[in-house]
C-alpha cells in the first residue's frame, strides 16, 4: 500500500490563480479530510469526508472547495489563491476499528504553498 | 467548542532527564490523540486515549488521560536526543470519527 499520497508537494502561486491540491489513499478508508498547519497554530481542520459524495466543513472552510466522487481521492481547491492561504496542507485518512473502539488516523507527506 | 491547549510550548531537556507535556481540553471529548512531528514531516500517531484513567506507554513515552479534569499528559522518561520533535495532541471533535482539534504543539529539544 502506498498509503496518503499528496501531490504536489511545493507550489508557488500568485494572488487570484486557482489550483487543485491531490490527494489519495489506497486503504479503502471512508473518512478523509485536509489539515493545514501554519506556524505556532498546530493543524486546523478545513474539510472534511464520511464517504464518496459526502463533504462538511471544518474549522477553517473559507476559500477552499472540496468534492469527493470516489472513496480513493480527495481533492482540495483553491478557487483564488490569497497569501492568507501560504501554508503546509495535510490530507489525512482513517478507519474506525471495532475492535479497538477508535479510530486510527494516517496523515500524508504534506503540501507547501507559498502564495506571493 | 472544543479548544486544546499545550503547556510547555517550548521545552529543552537534558538526556537522561524526566518531563512531562500537559493538554487541557475545554469540553468533553470521547477521545484524546497524542502525535510526534519531525522537522518537514508529516505527523506520527503515537497514541488513543479513550476512557477516564487510560494510560498507554511506549519506549520512553507514557500518555495518560483524565476527563473529570479534561487534562492528558505525556510523561518523557529518560529523554535521549532522538526524541527530539514536535508533540501534538488533539481532541476528537463533532460526531464525525476523525475530526480533530489540534494543540499547538509542544517543541522538544534534548541536548546531551
Known amino acids: 500500500n502506498a498509503g496518503v499520497t499528496q501531490t504536489p508537494k511545493f507550489q508557488v502561486l500568485k494572488t487570484g490563480q486557482s489550483m487543485t491540491l491531490q490527494c489519495a489513499q489506497d486503504?479503502?478508508?471512508?473518512?478523509m479530510s485536509w489539515y493545514r498547519q501554519d506556524p505556532g497554530m498546530g493543524l486546523r481542520l478545513i474539510h472534511y469526508?464520511?464517504?464518496?459524495?459526502?463533504?462538511d466543513q471544518g474549522e477553517v472552510p473559507n476559500g477552499y472547495n472540496v468534492s469527493r466522487s470516489t472513496t480513493e481521492d480527495f481533492p482540495l481547491r483553491l478557487l483564488s489563491a490569497a497569501p492568507s492561504q501560504t501554508s503546509v496542507y495535510f490530507c489525512?485518512?482513517?478507519?474506525?476499528?471495532?475492535?479497538?473502539?477508535?479510530?486510527?488516523?494516517?496523515f500524508g507527506p504534506g503540501t507547501r504553498l507559498t502564495v506571493l | 467548542e472544543l479548544k486544546v491547549e499545550q503547556n510547555p510550548l517550548f521545552l529543552s531537556m537534558q538526556e537522561g532527564k524526566n518531563y512531562t507535556i500537559y493538554c487541557n481540553y475545554s469540553?468533553?471529548?470521547?477521545?484524546l490523540y497524542w502525535y510526534r512531528q519531525d522537522p518537514g514531516k508529516s505527523l506520527e500517531s503515537l497514541f488513543v486515549?479513550?476512557?477516564?484513567?487510560a494510560v498507554k506507554q511506549e519506549g520512553r513515552l507514557m500518555a495518560s488521560l483524565d476527563t473529570k479534569a479534561r487534562l492528558s499528559t505525556l510523561h518523557i522518561t529518560a529523554a535521549v536526543h532522538d526524541l527530539s520533535a514536535t508533540y501534538f495532541c488533539a481532541g476528537h471533535w463533532g460526531g464525525s470519527q476523525g475530526n480533530l482539534i489540534f494543540g499547538k504543539g509542544t517543541k522538544l529539544s534534548v541536548k546531551p
Open positions: 489525512a485518512s482513517s478507519y474506525w476499528a471495532s475492535g479497538s473502539g477508535t479510530d486510527t488516523q494516517y
Open positions: 469540553t468533553t471529548s470521547d477521545r
Open positions: 469526508s464520511v464517504g464518496a459524495g459526502i463533504t
Open positions: 486503504m479503502n478508508h471512508e473518512y
Open positions: 486515549l479513550l476512557s477516564n484513567g
